[in-house]
């Protein structure tokens, strides 16, 4: 059945039931900011998404590129002392070369003993580095070789996939900085910072060819998409004609004749007020805006409150990084019980847990601390899944077991089941 690039027919693709089943994925955040994997780690993502902390705290160390951009960062004062005026591009060749040690198979290993059922992996981070050899040619003679040479992309998904999982790729649509430099100073920096020029086109080029040479059961675009909503929609059809039973996120808003508006300073700074004040009032974003078309909601580092109708997936680090972070401690680490308890929350929802792992850059290995948490959801999932997997939302998502102790509820088979949280 051809899909055709209208709003009616994108929105009549429903969510296969292998998504709704799976209910924990894994996501990789592995690029060459994984080399200096650095980032403060004083906050959390939370306080920038309520307005009370400034990008130059961002603790997420994928975003080390920009935050060495921004003068009095911590970023910026920790890559001066260490590497002088080392540019980042530099960081490349100490990826590639960690690439060496890489044992995809293993990885694969690792979450099928997780219980995951599907893996997402970051294939362009906002640093446009991109971990397959794509042969989209880049505009600028600079980043022509802007990639792992290796196909990581391609060796990965024949890993996960014959340890019995699906694979998944995420792209950043919304931002490239190797396209447009410009740092992102706030919130509405994060759409204000899309490229125009050659890049709607090369962003359009590298996601069909993601689909056409690796068939991602998962498509997961990030921050916005650079083309206009007819251009997308086209895309989008092409992508589930090519995958019927493929599943894309809620990070899609197309390209709109705002974006130049919101480069000017003063509508910038009134944007920006705008947006603050009303997320204090809020106590902050739970999810991103909703494009017209999608087939699972995004919160990041956050829950929803009750069972949700639609679909969605908990997206989330072990610590307050995605990418790597060599300075966190153990305090910055979810905690056991904490990690059971919010996965037995999100299933109970409707929701899948896309748990973050970020190797290293050094060597491409998973570090100890991710590596233990992925053996605790496997003891979990060993003990509760059958109250987990392939499991829907009951009519209600807490409540007390018959000896006293706090539970949540799922649904199967037509009966209800509990999963306890230990």
């Given at each position: 059945?051809?899909t055709?690039?209208?709003?009616?027919?994108l929105r009549?693709?429903?969510?296969?039931a292998?998504?709704?089943?799976?209910?924990?994925?894994?996501f990789?955040?592995?690029?060459?900011?994984?080399?200096?994997?650095?980032?403060?780690?004083?906050?959390?993502?939370?306080?920038?998404?309520a307005?009370?902390?400034e990008?130059?705290?961002?603790?997420?160390?994928?975003w080390?590129?920009?935050?060495?951009k921004?003068?009095?960062?911590?970023?910026?004062?920790?890559?001066?002392e260490?590497?002088?005026?080392?540019?980042?591009?530099?960081?490349?060749?100490?990826?590639?070369k960690?690439?060496?040690?890489?044992?995809p198979?293993?990885?694969?290993r690792?979450?099928?003993d997780a219980?995951?059922?599907?893996?997402?992996?970051v294939?362009?981070?906002?640093?446009g580095?991109?971990l397959?050899p794509?042969?989209?040619?880049?505009?600028?003679?600079?980043?022509?070789?802007?990639?792992t040479?290796?196909?990581?992309?391609?060796?990965?998904?024949?890993?996960?996939?014959?340890?019995?999982?699906?694979?998944?790729?995420?792209?950043?649509?919304g931002l490239?900085?190797?396209f447009?430099?410009r740092?992102?100073?706030g919130?509405?920096?994060?759409?204000a910072?899309?490229?125009?020029?050659?890049?709607p086109?090369?962003?359009?080029?590298q996601?069909?060819?993601?689909?056409?040479?690796?068939?991602?059961?998962v498509?997961?675009?990030d921050?916005?998409?650079?083309?206009t909503?007819?251009?997308?929609?086209e895309?989008l059809a092409?992508?589930?004609?090519?995958?019927p039973e493929?599943?894309?996120?809620?990070?899609w808003?197309?390209?709109?004749?705002?974006?130049p508006?919101?480069?000017?300073?003063?509508?910038?700074?009134?944007?920006?007020?705008?947006?603050?004040?009303q997320l204090k009032?809020?106590g902050?974003?739970?999810?991103?805006?909703?494009?017209?078309?999608y087939?699972?909601?995004?919160?990041?580092?956050?829950?929803?409150?009750?069972?949700?109708?639609?679909?969605?997936?908990c997206?989330?680090?072990m610590?307050?990084?995605?990418?790597?972070n060599?300075?966190s401690?153990?305090?910055?680490?979810?905690?056991?019980?904490?990690?059971?308890?919010s996965?037995a929350?999100?299933?109970?929802?409707?929701?899948n847990?896309?748990?973050?792992?970020?190797p290293?850059?050094?060597?491409?290995q998973?570090?100890?601390p991710?590596?233990?948490?992925?053996?605790w959801?496997?003891?979990f999932l060993?003990?509760?899944?059958?109250?987990?997997y392939?499991?829907?939302?009951w009519?209600?998502?807490?409540?007390?077991?018959?000896?006293g102790?706090?539970?949540?509820?799922?649904?199967?088979?037509?009966?209800?089941?509990?999963?306890?949280?230990?």
């Amino acid at each position: 059945m051809t899909t055709t690039p209208t709003l009616e027919s994108l929105r009549r693709h429903e969510v296969p039931a292998w998504y709704h089943d799976a209910k924990l994925g894994i996501f990789i955040h592995w690029s060459v900011s994984s080399v200096p994997a650095f980032a403060p780690r004083e906050a959390g993502i939370d306080a920038i998404f309520a307005g009370e902390s400034e990008q130059t705290d961002s603790p997420y160390t994928e975003w080390y590129w920009n935050s060495l951009k921004l003068e009095g960062s911590a970023v910026e004062r920790h890559h001066r002392e260490r590497y002088g005026d080392q540019p980042y591009e530099a960081f490349a060749d100490t990826f590639r070369k960690g690439l060496e040690q890489w044992d995809p198979e293993a990885w694969a290993r690792h979450f099928a003993d997780a219980g995951a059922r599907y893996v997402v992996l970051v294939t362009k981070h906002h640093d446009g580095f991109c971990l397959w050899p794509s042969e989209v040619p880049h505009p600028d003679p600079r980043y022509q070789d802007w990639n792992t040479g290796r196909d990581v992309v391609g060796e990965l998904a024949a890993a996960v996939r014959a340890a019995g999982l699906r694979f998944g790729v995420y792209y950043s649509g919304g931002l490239d900085w190797t396209f447009d430099d410009r740092p992102v100073r706030g919130l509405v920096d994060v759409l204000a910072g899309m490229p125009g020029g050659d890049y709607p086109d090369y962003a359009a080029a590298q996601v069909r060819e993601l689909i056409e040479r690796y068939e991602p059961d998962v498509l997961w675009n990030d921050i916005s998409w650079p083309q206009t909503q007819d251009r997308l929609f086209e895309l989008l059809a092409h992508y589930y004609d090519a995958v019927p039973e493929g599943v894309i996120n809620d990070r899609w808003l197309a390209r709109s004749w705002l974006i130049p508006l919101l480069r000017l300073g003063p509508v910038n700074w009134l944007a920006e007020s705008l947006v603050k004040r009303q997320l204090k009032k809020t106590g902050g974003m739970i999810a991103p805006p909703a494009p017209p078309v999608y087939d699972y909601r995004t919160p990041e580092y956050a829950s929803f409150p009750e069972i949700q109708k639609g679909k969605w997936e908990c997206v989330r680090g072990m610590d307050k990084s995605f990418g790597y972070n060599q300075t966190s401690e153990p305090e910055d680490f979810i905690s056991k019980a904490d990690l059971l308890h919010s996965f037995a929350d999100i299933v109970s929802k409707n929701g899948n847990l896309l748990l973050n792992v970020g190797p290293r850059g050094m060597d491409a290995q998973i570090p100890e601390p991710q590596l233990e948490r992925l053996r605790w959801l496997g003891a979990f999932l060993d003990r509760h899944g059958d109250a987990i997997y392939g499991s829907r939302p009951w009519r209600q998502a807490e409540g007390i077991s018959a000896d006293g102790a706090p539970v949540r509820y799922t649904e199967k088979d037509g009966e209800q089941r509990e999963i306890p949280l230990e």
